[in-house]
């Protein structure tokens, strides 16, 4: 039954709530807009389904399909996203799906600043990797399997975009980690590759431990899983979510960790690679993996109001991870790996971020890096298409040969880098001057993460560097038989409109001149708290910018030079042995991982198997012992006892004996007196027991 | 329809199977397809029936013992036909209804040697019978009686249809056939655990005499009315013993670690019929006692037990998980599931809240669903690849791909993943030790939580894995030549019911909790009431 009721109260307190909270600004229900919303979420599952039943009988096993759906995901955020612009929107719709004692269960619909941004982000993304895909893919030996799971893809994602209760969020949460195992693992002739896509799983399901435990603490406290309920108990302070509200929080967090691949469970995401790159540039690079910064935004009131000090261990993780992983980028050759390590890496940006308490630059560096780190892996996989290889040792040279794909990965690593007036250096810079902010605001440790974020800054430059201009400078080192050349149209043009984005994107947030990206974000039912600078950090500016430069031409005066061996530049770059070791083996840590699965896997599980073996020798040892002592009362007692006493007084009854006897050799009914005899036993006992 | 209200559908819904099988009896052996057509309609029915009974149902009212009757049997003991259903026992019921007409489609081309269908379905049908039974007894003894017959079919099942491998015996070091190793320590524990169970049962009897209520009696909300608020002290001393013998009775049928050694073989052995009925409903008997008698009519005593039964849980899903990864049988993997699985079930009864046990019921259900499915593609399988080594197959996904692709969903389903039948009942479960009856004790509850949810970590391991060896990969050389097919009709037609039931109890699971959530919150009202007094 949908609760028409609730539904109406929820919308009429929402009102209310946000003229409370003193916004300034009126939310409007969105209308229709709002709440058709759905539409988004459920096409893609329709799609999903459609393609797996039909997908063989359907022109290119139903791609253009799918790219139908999510082109419709795009506009329809893309309106939603405008008539925000113009009328902040706070909308729920909420359908009861069961009811357990006092607990509603719903299936939810949110629609205001966060969520309609992230549609948006989602829309967009998924309508350039699709169409990328369609050319991409073709060919493939699974195109069926591929569409329908990259259907389900987008739709597990607007799933946990939209989740107006925190349960919801958890389902979306693991449904996007379905469709991540079933395309990393699309190509599963290979061990490697299945391997990797259940390494992502596992990983994650082990940071989903937290996040269960993190989704019904506050869910029993409050008694709703409605981000409404908890969010509202947790800025009145409840007195429950204040006493649990550390753990709780550090418990989402954890299961953000999972997803948003942080330090120590970022292992999963640079193997994540084995999938098709269109996955890895919309799932593992723009969207999927945001989803932890997402739930943090998300639950930002709440970290806000009763888990504050959680948020310094949240900006640690973040720091962290954005200098290790930036690291192991330097030292890889699989183009794909690089940009994998990069999106840890920026990953950890968005988290100290939102761990500084800076709501909006953490957001809005994850939309920013949607942009150009999806058109960074989309242009890897251009380059990968053209010389069958994923290792830039068989590039190189290829800007003569793709232009198109040169020019977009060019400005996409710009943007990554912090080049002045592309995307990325609008965000990073905001992350960088919120982290300054925080560290005179109550976070002094945040000066140690800003440091580490301009350490980063300039490292990124650094390996991106190395890979524009060993991919696509010197001299090409591919199969010289096998000229590359330029992609088709249908991947190009994602790449250009991409390219746009990376150029334009981070002009929706200038401190202090425009900022509408501010605006969005804190349209919504709950003031999230932003803590950040109003207007430009000179101080960080120039340093993030200068890292950012320095890098590039330190990566320039290495890497650069047409028609110079590998062995040359090897000369000229080497990291010292130790530390190149270390970064070859990521650190040990996947090391120390598969140390702990085998042990599981080996002793652990074999000792429990034992055990089982040990019961069972314990039972047929029961089983043994009573048809011993059967035999034993049989013939010791009732035969020799009591029958010889008699025998010996009327002599000659061994014609029955013998009877017995043969009938005692049936086995069957040897257990079956046992048995009867031992129940028997059991029972006078049991009633001498229970009649005291 | 008041014919049907007063007890005459439940009635026909258990008896059906019992009239068909009488009638397979009476026809020649050779009739095959006659007998196949007298099995099938008569399941229909009896499956019909029984969502007759859904409509009729009085859900304002689930918390209500309905559609029943109450005819005098056994005067001299006050044995009664009492039969009834409320919102525990409705979703439960319908399972097992459901479950045996797939049952018997599947069967339909698919007979395990020695062939013998009618023999075969005379037994499925008693099963049904039985288990349809147990579901809507109100009376002890009827629950007994019912709760017994099932053992036979089942035993014979697994005895005469069952995998013919030798194995060798521990301690004995004898070589025997794995069907009569199986079936006979399927018989043994579970007859064990009966015993025990009719001891308790009689001595609630005994005991209820010597209540205030005065009058012996077997019927089971009399019990339990008598336990939470005639005279609740009425069993006295002899409390604790009675519970223990109930608590073995249910706890071998679950099966909870340690009695569940008699599952992993039973399984294995059994035909895919049975594996799947025995893993479908037989399982959900042992937790059904305990929520519909345990708990009841023991309400202190189970409070006194829920810590070790809790321990025990927690104990059955890391175990059983871990067993599971040393597995090289799949279909013995599968079977090791089941008790780290049962164990999210009985941990949520343990925690004795609305929500705990309302997960343990849709945890039975989508198990039963679930966990059936599994076996019987685990069956097809090993039909058409003649075995179930893991190390051999590989690259399932390719040489057949529809099937593949349903053990694929089927795994997801089982690993718990939301949005599938099998989430909210692990997921409830551990919502519901976070915060277990008052009175309970919250740390001990809390760490049973953290370690269950890291079971869920473990489950997902086993299945993926077991994904990844069977499914995935390039198939062995071995099976080039051999010519494989992929999912017949009769398949098709009883998985994807049961398909279509995992995704709609995952997306809308209002349709098991919609019946259960009044009848468990009547449950735990009347504990709470008892324990408080």
Redesign the interface.
Known sequence: MVNLATLALSAGSLLATAEEEGHGVELSDGGLLAQYAWLMVVLPFVAALFITLYGKRTPRGGAWIAVGTVGFVLVYGLVLLISHWATPIAHTENI??????Q?D?EWGVVVDGLSIMMFFVVGAIATASFTYAVSYMEGDIRETAFWASFSLFAGAMLVLVSAANILQM??G???VG?AS?LLI?HY??E?EN??AA?KA??VN??A??GL??GV??P??IVGSFRFHDILGAAVEGNPGLVKYGFVIGLLLFIGAMGKSAQFPFHVWLPDAMAGPTPVSALMHAATMVTAGVYLLGRMFPFYNSVAIDVLPIVMWIGGITMLIAGLLAIVQDDIKRVLAYSTVSQLGYMVAAMGAGAYTAGLFHLFTHAFFKSLLFLGAGSVIHAVHSNNMSDMGGLRKYMPTTFWTFGIGSLALAGFPLLAGFFSKDEVLASLNYASSHGTPSATFVMWIGIVTAFITAFYMARAVFLTFFGEYKGDPAHEPHESPRLMTVPLQALAVGAIVAGYFNVPGIFTPFTDWLSGREFAPGDHHAESFDIFVLVLGSLAGLIGIAIGYSFFFADGESQEARDRRFRLPGPIHTLLVNKYYIDDFYMLIVNF??RP??????W???L???A???T??LMSVLGKFVYEGLDQRGIDASINAIGGGTGEAGGALRYIQTGKVQQ?AAV?FIG?LL??VG??I???? | MEWFDSGWGLTLIVFIPTVAAAILLAIPRSEEGAAKMIALVASLISFFLSVVAIFQFDFGRADQMQLGTKLEWITSINANYAIGIDGISLPLMVLSTFVVVLAIIYSWDHWPEPHNPKAFLILILFLATGMAGTFVARDLVLFFIFFELVLLPMYFMIGVWGDKQQVTLPIVNRVVEMRLYASIKFFLFTLFGSAFMLLGFLALYFKSGDSQLGIRTFDIEVLSDIATRVDPGFLGSAAPWIFAALFLGFAVKVPMWPLHTWLPDAHTAAPTVGSVLLAAILLKLGTYGFVRISLPILPEQSMNWAPIIAVLAVISIIYGSLACLAQTDMKRLIAFSSVGHMGFVMLGISTMTTIGINAAVIGMVAHGIITGLLFFVAGSMSHRYHTREMSRLGGNLKLMPVMGGILGFTAMASLGLPGLAGFWGEFMALVGAFNPLDGLDLTLFRTAMVIGAIGTVLTAGYLLWMLQKVNLGEPKAEWASVELHDVERTELLAWVPLLVAIVALGVYPKIVLGATDPAVANIVENITRAVGS
């Open positions: 009861n799906i069961a009811t357990i004692g607990f269960i958890l389902v949460w693991e449904l379905l195992y693992g599963w002739e061990k299945s391997s259940m799983f596992l399901k082990v989903d431990v269960i435990i019904l603490i869910a029993l599981i896997k652990l599980a074999n000792a429990a198997n055990l089982n073996g019961i069972d020798a039972v047929s040892g089983g043994i257990y048995l129940v059991l029972a049991f009633f027991v229970t009649s005291r």
